[in-house]
């Protein structure tokens, strides 16, 4: 009987353990995590990974349950403000019309390579975007991450600023729209689910987008060239939760979360280069003309009369929204010892 026993016990053991290993008993925290389904990007990438990071970290206390279908893209913000969802992850250039800090990566010839961009965003501009996401959308950031670096996808090669006139271009953010407004195109925004059957019906001439997620999506069954024009070259996106279920998780909870958090940004931020570094060859197994802009052509886009345009509203929207958008462009430019002049 006492052998009996201690076999029951012992399986018993084994089953509980391997339910913890296994997931198979409830989470002590269900989440739900709204984000965008943009198959193939770093976006959906760390998404993921951060889900996975925080069940292991945790021992599966904390599950974080993603939904690719509640939430449109301009609005995940609001969701997690209002609490609709407890976390989302936000594309943060989506909202530099009314927080004009968030559209610093997007202004011409400030950050142009990953090294500039590392510079600003741990100098100061990541703290600031944790801050306004705390004050205006309730949100804590939990980690950031990047997206791949901005392509033009077109039916028509766009290999020269002259090639841009005329043209209907779909951004993402007021400061590329100004920009491509300057330089003779038609600003065109739509909702990201839009673009390939505007590209294939000729609603739009190119888009400017994440070359991973414009690979993921198959563009090249449409387009036949990727132009990579030095225009809001690296953008960031974060991972938030509302803070008022933040604050309903034990402290333990919370640091491994965070912990989780930092270590994947790190990763992401060090592997970054690598995994880019197979987007040309991709493309081109495709059959698309995969072109980088020279300098030469890059220095004539970013001549004053295209430029100032880009900067002076940037200014203009800061100063509505009580920010000092010259001071700040300047306190980027001592992270980067530049001057542009705008």
């Not at 399986?11 to 339910?19: D, E, K, P, Q, R």
């Not at 206390?61 to 301009?74: A, F, Y």
Request: aromatic share 12%.
């Amino acid at each position: 009987m006492r052998l009996i026993k201690f076999v029951l016990c012992a399986s018993l053991l084994v089953f509980l353990f391997a339910g913890l290993e296994s997931g198979v008993f409830a989470a002590d925290h269900k989440l739900t995590l709204a984000y965008l389904p943009v198959k193939g990007t770093l976006y959906v990438e760390v998404t993921e990974t951060y889900a996975k990071k925080v069940a292991e970290a945790t021992n599966g206390r904390v599950e974080i349950v993603l939904n690719d279908s509640l939430i449109k893209g301009t609005l995940l913000a609001q969701s997690v403000r209002d609490n609709r969802v407890q976390m989302s992850t936000i594309l943060a250039g989506y909202y530099s019309a009314t927080n004009p800090e968030f559209g610093l990566a997007q202004l011409p010839g400030l950050m142009n390579n990953l090294e500039e961009f590392e510079k600003v965003f741990y100098g100061f501009w990541r703290e600031d975007m944790n801050r306004i996401l705390a004050e205006k959308y309730n949100c804590h950031v939990l980690v950031w991450g990047l997206f791949a670096p901005q392509s033009l996808i077109s039916i028509k090669p766009i290999k020269k600023v002259s090639d841009f006139d005329g043209k209907k271009i779909r951004v993402h953010n007021i400061e590329t729209a100004t920009l491509v407004s300057a330089i003779g195109s038609k600003p065109t925004p739509m909702a990201a689910s839009e673009v390939l059957p505007a590209l294939q019906r000729g609603i739009i001439d190119g888009v400017f987008t994440s070359s991973a997620w414009a690979y993921g999506q198959a563009f090249y069954s449409v387009a036949s060239n990727v132009a990579m024009w030095p225009i809001s070259t690296i953008l960031p996106f974060p991972i938030v939760i509302n803070q008022d279920e933040w604050q309903k998780l034990p402290k333990e909870l919370q640091d491994k979360m965070a912990d989780a958090g930092r270590k994947l940004e790190q990763a992401s931020f060090a592997d970054y280069l690598n995994k880019m570094k197979d987007l040309p060859q991709k493309w081109a197994s495709k059959g698309v003309d995969f072109y980088m802009v020279p300098d030469s052509e890059a220095k004539i886009l970013f001549k004053p009369e295209y430029i100032r345009p880009v900067y002076s509203s940037f200014f203009e929207r800061a100063e509505k929204a009580g920010l000092g958008g010259r001071s700040y462009v300047e306190r980027a430019e001592g992270f980067l010892d530049k001057n542009l002049g705008y």
